[in-house]
């Protein structure tokens, strides 16, 4: 069966410090990837998706990057944090087919002070 | 500029009854819905999805209608338990495309 992992849970970083969150998938092969993030008392927005290894498509202009070093492996970086990249931020995984359901990890909760 | 919406953000529910949410979309171009549900601090599970071609979509007690000339899609759950309380979320994808489309949320207690 497929899984998914995401590290750290939570995170507790300064503006202006450096992120990097990571997720990686088992179970499945040349999976899509999905960044998403969820602000407090908002639905889930995508930040970034990848159909594969160095493929990455930006949906929200930000200050956070992503990464696909691996098949299985979905880095989302920033340089510089600032407090409005505080929230909740969830990796998940589709087939290839795409449109159909994306499975999610259990998040990340980033809090930027 | 909210593509699916759920109006409402909460909603109470005694146990074994039913529970109805809701969700609105406006783009037509919208050919897959789904649900998810969300605990907190947790990642959203998939719950159940239904295609444009089909009106209704059941699965044990979870029933998900999609009505396309009011745009509009809703999910059942019959009958209520404890454990349904949670928050669900509604999505839409277009002609195949990556990405999901995400509502706000509608956060469900079901009362014992």
């Known amino acids: 069966s497929q899984t998914i992992h995401q590290w750290p849970a939570t995170l507790v970083q300064p503006v202006g410090s450096p992120l990097s969150l990571e997720c990686t998938v088992e179970?499945?092969?040349?999976?899509?990837l999905y960044w998403y993030r969820q602000a407090a008392g908002r639905g889930l927005q995508l930040l970034f998706y990848s159909v594969g290894i160095g493929q990455i498509s930006s949906e929200v202009p930000q200050n956070l990057s992503a990464s696909r070093p691996q098949d299985r492996q979905f880095i989302l970086s920033s340089k510089k944090l600032l407090l409005s990249d505080s929230g909740f931020y969830l990796c998940a995984w589709s087939g290839r087919l795409a449109g159909g359901e994306q499975y999610f990890g259990p998040g990340t909760r980033l809090t930027v002070t | 500029d909210q593509q699916v919406k759920q109006n409402s953000p909460s909603l109470s529910v005694q146990e074994g009854r039913i529970s109805i949410l809701n969700c609105d979309y406006t783009?037509?171009?919208?050919?897959?819905f789904l649900w998810y549900k969300k605990y907190p601090a947790e990642g959203p599970t998939f719950l159940i999805s239904?295609?444009?071609?089909?009106d209704k979509n059941e699965d044990g007690r979870f029933t998900v209608f999609l009505n396309k000339s009011a745009k509009h899609l809703s999910l059942h759950i019959v009958p209520s338990q404890p454990g349904d309380s949670a928050v669900y979320f509604c999505a839409a994808s277009a002609g195949g495309a990556n990405n999901l489309f995400f509502g706000t949320g509608t956060r469900l207690t079901v009362i014992p």
């Open positions: 783009n037509s171009m919208f050919d897959y």
């Open positions: 179970g499945t092969s040349n999976p899509n």
């Open positions: 239904i295609s444009s071609i089909k």
